[in-house]
């Protein structure tokens, strides 16, 4: 599941990597299918987000008869509430379990959900602190859906631009 959420997401933080040959070439084939399903996958959720987000201006619009007020108080309630559970909060879970501060927690999660992943910072790495079981598979449900909340913010600031 870890090799997965850092792999298809074309992550490549450097840490886990085939041995073998064959290891290799399965890496190939794998993420030719991977990749884009993957995008389709996080397409997906980022799509169920946003009818969330849709849905509760609607039902906002219905109850107080709010036109244009109810859309950008939920889009602003749902920026704010993706900016604390996938940017503000994660870096100190980061601080505690890694020892990072919260310069470098915040940087590990901006650059993780980028797709940039350059690997100066890998989470569950460090041989001198003990990780909880559920430790790197909470991390890979974050990398997952924070992925495609920073997609739906990409796309509303497209959308905005054009």
């Known amino acids: 599941?870890?090799?997965?959420?850092?792999?298809?997401?074309?992550?490549?933080?450097?840490?886990?990597?085939?041995s073998t040959a064959a290891g290799r070439i399965f890496c190939i084939l794998f993420a030719l299918f991977g990749i884009p399903l993957n995008l389709v996958l996080l397409?997906?959720?980022?799509?169920?987000?946003?009818?969330?987000?849709?849905?509760?201006a609607h039902h906002l619009e219905e109850v107080f008869h709010w036109q244009?007020?109810?859309?950008?108080?939920?889009?602003t309630c749902a920026l704010v509430t993706g900016l604390l559970l996938f940017?503000?909060?994660?870096?100190?879970?980061?601080?505690?379990?890694?020892?990072?501060?919260?310069?470098?927690?915040?940087?590990?999660?901006?650059?993780?959900?980028?797709?940039?992943?350059?690997?100066?910072y890998v989470i569950g790495m460090n041989p001198d602190r003990t990780?909880?079981?559920?430790?790197?598979?909470?991390?890979?449900?974050?990398?997952?859906?924070?992925?495609a909340w920073l997609a739906l913010v990409i796309k509303f600031c497209i959308n905005f631009l054009e």
Not at 5 to 12: E, K
Not at 68 to 75: F, G, H, V, W
Request: proline share 5%; with cysteine; net charge neutral.
């Open 68 to 75: 244009k007020k109810a859309s950008l108080l939920i889009k």
């Open 1 to 18: 599941f870890r090799f997965n959420t850092s792999f298809l997401p074309c992550l490549g933080y450097g840490n886990l990597s085939p």
């Open 43 to 56: 397409n997906e959720i980022g799509q169920l987000m946003l009818l969330g987000v849709q849905h509760c």
């Open 87 to 120: 940017l503000l909060l994660p870096p100190f879970l980061f601080s505690d379990k890694e020892g990072w501060s919260y310069e470098e927690g915040f940087y590990y999660s901006f650059i993780t959900l980028s797709t940039i992943g350059f690997g100066d």
């Open 131 to 147: 990780y909880p079981g559920w430790y790197k598979n909470v991390i890979s449900l974050w990398i997952l859906f924070g992925m």
